[in-house]
């Protein structure tokens, strides 16, 4: 598969930094505390690299583009965030004990689909078509089970976008959130992005 050129990196840090930057304006009216996040960093990797900045259990948080753009976006949250996040929006103090049940994982699903439908709004407005998002789909799953698996079946030719950015919310969480999607889909944002700005593709 044909990877990414440097034009196409920086369109894609372009609007992953304005769009979640938004987000986390959205996000920060939800849990009631000022939220920061930084420039993202992208880059290329084989899918079995995903989560090597990840141990014990994560929650995967799968949004699928439904208008304007043909793709999926899947972001990977520590459960310790999670848990610190949801009760955050529920009014308490930011606990970080505890397992992700299901009114984390309920309180999850909001915010994301709450801060990619801002996102997408933005996205919208940057390459000049309407978009949005389904539902987000939401799991947890156990990390090292997973690099196993996907270390078995590693395919050199799987490869996907990773854009991570360090997310901090008032000495509560300092984190650092990944965003996944294939390089077709990427090279087809930036398409779009560059026609709407009237570059040549």
């Known amino acids: ?3 990414l050129t440097g034009k196409e990196m920086d369109i894609l840090g372009e609007i992953a930094n304005i769009s979640m930057g938004n987000a986390a304006t ?16 992208v880059e290329v990797i084989n899918r079995s690299a995903a989560l090597d900045d990840y141990e014990k259990t994560c929650l995967f948080v799968q949004i699928h583009y439904i208008k304007g753009l043909t793709g999926n976006n899947l972001f990977i949250l520590k459960e310790r965030d999670v848990v610190c996040m949801a009760d955050l929006m529920m009014g308490g103090p930011g606990k970080t004990e505890g397992e992700i049940g299901e009114l984390e994982q309920s309180a999850i699903s909001e915010a994301m689909n709450q ?3 801002t996102s997408a709004t933005s996205m919208a407005t940057m390459i000049g078509i309407p978009v949005d998002i389904s539902t987000p789909e939401v799991n947890t ?44 889909f990427a090279k087809n944002m930036c398409k ?8 040549t593709v």
Do not use: A, C
């Open 115 to 117: 801060m990619m439908g």
């Open 26 to 41: 959205t996000l920060s009216l939800m849990v009631n505390h000022v939220v920061n996040i930084t420039t993202p960093r």
């Open 141 to 184: 799953i156990d990390v090292e089970s997973i690099k196993v698996f996907e270390k078995i079946f590693e395919n050199n030719q799987d490869l996907f976008v990773k854009v991570s950015f360090r997310v901090d919310v008032e000495n509560l969480i300092d984190s650092t959130m990944v965003q996944l999607y294939p390089v077709d």
């Open 1 to 3: 598969m044909e990877q």
């Open 192 to 199: 779009v992005f560059m026609i709407n700005k009237g570059e």
